[in-house]
């Protein structure tokens, strides 16, 4: 009995793992804009997996745009809804390893919404 328990157990888990792998997951955040200067993020994502980018919503986010490629992967990943609010990296097909962008984002700022700008460093992983 305990032995079939077990094997249910692993079985729901690998299970649970593909499916994570086969849709989108927030995997980057959280962080903070810097104003007019640099951001470094960290993120990881499976290899074929969209990765959906949060920029927040503590500012009001005017546009952002590509500055350094990826060399493995796309940044506005093709086939996920993008907003004004989040973007998304997806990696090559069947790439796993290191890799890194950055882009840029305008956002206003308080009552008076007063624009500024920071440059987003995105050091990828991708397993």
Known sequence: MMRIILVLLALTGVAADAQARNR???CIGGFRFVPNGFTDVRGSTFRDNVCVINLGSRSTILDYRLVVKPSNGV?????FSEGRYRTAYRPNPGYAGADYFE???RYAVGRRQVERTTRVRVTMQVV
């Not at 940044?75 to 086939?79: H, I, L, M, N, R």
Request: proline content about 9%.
């Open 24 to 26: 989108p997951g927030f």
């Open 75 to 79: 940044f506005g990943a093709a086939g």
């Open 103 to 105: 882009f840029e984002v």
